[in-house]
């Protein structure tokens, strides 16, 4: 069978250089430029998986990302790209693209089967086939096992009735199969990596809390199934051999759920020397001295917490089964480690005022992450948001398809005045913020703990430059390279950006160089490398010209704009159905450079973990049926 797994832009964009598609099928009448962050245009992690259990099942799969192609050019590849069945991922961001994406594959190929899942699409299966007549099936919550059952009748000449773990659209009506269990074995599964390239992993599913904004139960359902970590290992050295820098991001609901299983596996890494960064997302209650230690030791950099507010009361009303304390003690153990703590904050939950958003600001100065970062509420369909509200009378569902807003992002129960006070702060602080920095001593200590460990050296250099003291700084990056920083780059960026504070020019440049040839596809390297080739072309040593250079090594992940994990252009290719994924190709560990041995052009990269969050509440009634 030939699959293609689609990922559909928003709605239909215009072609660079024209006016924007007005309504109904473009873009909201109140878009934004930047609306629309790195993270929305990342292939979710689920087609992913699909297409590997397609391969491994023999069949003949296509992955493609179309999340930001124009209007002219998804039809284009519709039209071209003939496949049996498409299966496309829905999210709340991309559901009116979804639509017109189904209509196209109907209107080229009639006799194809659609099947659209995710986690729109789950908590709305029936409206979506009541709307949109193009779609044959919606998949409901985990596809794994729904799919490759699709598929295999599909294959037999078999009907879909009855399809357990989906709704079908059938001559008698829309149907509802009956409920499929989740994927008890999660190691039966294929590892899409070895197949496609990533930085991101995925090494469970589920979550066991409930916060009220959250939607991962209505997806995984309800609790917690872990990889096993030899399958996880194994899966990391997958992961790595085919990106280009060594950074991989785990995005489980809530990695360190089960605390003995992640000390495992940071020893099995250890073990197997695989030498490499990561974050994680989780929660402060998870957490431990011991597990930081090796999550740190084995290259655990940055933490994520979901933290919400620094109001109790807002905590207790959203669920989140936290204390004020736990988070604040849950940050000073991994400062002690040298872990870089980055916060989640919402504003807009149920029962926010002004009074708890002062909490909030006030418990980030106690707190004190090294970074934090604000979004304002979005209420998901299948959250218990979702569901409160459509009880309250201020929400209905119908609002998904007949509206043209990119997520229902409102206020829960906020006053106007303090919606609007939110709205205002937001406006002036949305988007990433450094909090805490720690000192030359606060990185000696982390590297007392640790031992020689190079991450931490790297961020004893930084510590140095950033007061000023170039020799240790460059002492300290040289270190760090000499025990095998993983991401070298970032330490020469160090030792040039000293040499340039130093006067010596042709250091600096050398020191560019060797980022280059090593290890080049990094934020602040492509920025310090554009910067000075901008103050080359000026004439900025002659004329006695300032040059800013950026010293810093946040973990930050630029991706190559490139198919399928990101919408980049498609090869000459796509449509041909010979033309398939090889199980663990060469390794991509070069990026391409011109005559000079500078750095990628930085169009042609991502930055993948920004969370920009750049949309501001809409007044509730904006968003409410009459």
């Given at each position: 069978m030939r699959i293609a797994l689609l990922y559909p832009p928003p709605w239909k964009i215009a072609e660079r250089g024209?006016?924007?598609?007005?309504?109904?099928?473009?873009?909201?009448?109140?878009?934004?430029?930047?609306?629309?962050?790195?993270?929305?245009?990342?292939?979710?992690?689920?087609?992913?998986?699909?297409?590997?259990?397609?391969i491994r099942a023999g069949h003949r799969v296509k992955v493609l990302n179309l999340s930001g192609f124009a209007w002219s050019r998804v039809e284009a590849v519709v039209a071209e790209l003939e496949a049996d069945v498409y299966g496309l991922s829905c999210w709340t961001a991309n559901r009116r693209?979804?639509?017109?994406?189904?209509?196209?594959?109907?209107?080229?190929?009639?006799?194809?089967?659609?099947?659209?899942?995710?986690?729109?699409?789950?908590?709305?299966?029936r409206e979506m086939l009541e709307h949109h007549p193009d779609i044959d099936v919606v998949t409901l919550g985990e596809s794994d096992e729904t799919f490759a059952e699709i598929v295999r009748r599909l294959e037999a000449?078999?009907?879909?009735?009855?399809?357990?773990?989906?709704?079908?659209?059938?001559?008698?009506?829309?149907?509802?199969?009956?409920?499929?269990?989740?994927?008890?074995?999660?190691?039966?599964?294929?590892?899409?990596?070895?197949?496609?390239?990533?930085?991101?992993?995925?090494?469970?599913r589920g979550c066991p809390w409930a916060c009220t904004f959250c939607g991962a139960e209505t997806t995984w359902g309800r609790g917690f199934r872990g990889h096993?970590?030899?399958?996880?290992?194994?899966?990391?050295?997958?992961?790595?051999?085919?990106?280009?820098?060594?950074?991989?991001?785990?995005?489980?609901?809530?990695?360190?759920?089960?605390?003995?299983?992640?000390?495992?596996l940071c020893r099995g890494i250890r073990e197997r020397k695989l030498n490499f960064l990561w974050s994680c997302d989780t929660r402060v209650d998870v957490l431990s001295e011991e597990l930081l230690q090796e999550m740190r030791l084995a290259g655990c950099q940055r933490l994520s917490l979901g933290v919400e507010s620094g109001s109790q009361r807002i905590l207790d009303a959203i669920h989140k089964n936290i204390t004020v304390d736990e988070i604040v003690e849950a940050t000073e153990m991994a400062k002690r480690w040298g872990v870089?703590?980055?916060?989640?904050?919402?504003?807009?939950?149920?029962?926010?005022?002004?009074?708890?958003?002062e909490e909030t600001l006030a418990f980030l100065n106690r707190a004190a992450p090294h970074q934090y970062i604000?979004?304002?509420?979005?209420?998901?369909?299948?959250?218990?948001?979702?569901?409160?509200?459509?009880?309250a009378g201020w929400l209905q569902r119908e609002a998904y398809f007949t509206e043209d807003f990119q997520e229902l992002k409102v206020p829960f129960d906020a006053s106007?005045?303090?919606?609007?006070?939110?709205?205002?702060?937001?406006?002036?602080?949305?988007?990433?913020?450094?909090?805490?920095?720690?000192?030359?001593?606060?990185?000696?200590?982390?590297?007392?703990?640790?031992?020689?460990?190079?991450?931490?050296?790297?961020?004893?250099?930084?510590?140095?430059?950033?007061?000023?003291?170039?020799?240790?700084?460059?002492?300290?990056?040289?270190?760090?390279?000499?025990?095998?920083?993983?991401?070298?780059?970032?330490?020469?960026?160090?030792?040039?950006?000293?040499?340039?504070?130093?006067?010596?020019?042709?250091?600096?440049?050398?020191?560019?160089?060797?980022?280059?040839?090593?290890?080049?596809?990094?934020?602040?390297?492509i920025e310090n490398v554009e910067a000075a080739r901008a103050w080359f072309r000026e004439r900025g040593p002659e004329r006695g010209l300032p040059l800013v250079l950026t010293a810093r090594h946040d973990f930050q992940l630029f991706q190559r704009n490139s198919q399928p994990a990101l919408p980049g252009p498609?090869?000459?290719?796509?449509?041909?159905?010979?033309?398939?994924?090889?199980?663990?190709?060469?390794?991509?560990s070069s990026v391409a450079q011109d005559d000079a041995g500078w750095l990628p052009d930085p169009e042609s990269v991502m930055r993948l973990d920004v969370g920009n969050e750049p949309i501001e509440f809409r007044h509730k009634r904006l968003r409410v049926l009459e």
């Open positions: 024209q006016a924007p598609i007005g309504p109904p099928d473009g873009a909201p009448h109140d878009y934004r430029e930047g609306d629309l962050d790195a993270d929305f245009y990342q292939t979710p992690y689920g087609l992913f998986a699909l297409g590997a259990q397609g693209g979804v639509a017109l994406v189904a209509r196209e594959i109907r209107r080229r190929h009639p006799s194809a089967c659609i099947v659209v899942g995710g986690p729109h699409a789950t908590p709305l299966a000449g078999q009907s879909l009735d009855g399809l357990a773990g989906a709704l079908v659209r059938t001559s008698r009506g829309i149907e509802a199969g009956p409920e499929r269990p989740s994927v008890r074995e999660l190691d039966s599964l294929e590892c899409p990596h070895r197949y496609y390239d990533t930085h991101i992993v995925m090494t469970s096993s970590v030899p399958y996880v290992l194994d899966m990391l050295e997958a992961a790595l051999a085919r990106v280009r820098v060594r950074m991989l991001q785990i995005k489980d609901d809530t990695f360190t759920t089960n605390k003995k299983r992640v000390i495992e870089h703590v980055r916060f989640y904050m919402m504003l807009g939950n149920r029962g926010e005022t002004r009074e708890s958003f604000f979004s304002c509420l979005s209420v998901f369909p299948g959250t218990k948001d979702f569901h409160a509200a459509e009880r106007e005045d303090d919606a609007r006070l939110l709205n205002e702060w937001f406006g002036r602080n949305h988007g990433l913020q450094d909090k805490y920095a720690p000192s030359v001593a606060d990185c000696r200590a982390v590297l007392d703990r640790l031992g020689d460990h190079a991450p931490a050296v790297l961020d004893l250099a930084g510590a140095h430059f950033e007061a000023g003291e170039l020799d240790a700084a460059v002492e300290q990056a040289r270190r760090a390279l000499a025990l095998g920083h993983p991401t070298p780059g970032l330490a020469y960026n160090y030792l040039a950006c000293a040499a340039y504070q130093r006067g010596d020019i042709t250091g600096m440049q050398d020191h560019f160089m060797a980022a280059a040839k090593t290890d080049p596809q990094h934020h602040v390297l498609l090869g000459d290719d796509f449509a041909d159905w010979n033309a398939t994924p090889e199980p663990l190709g060469a390794p991509a």
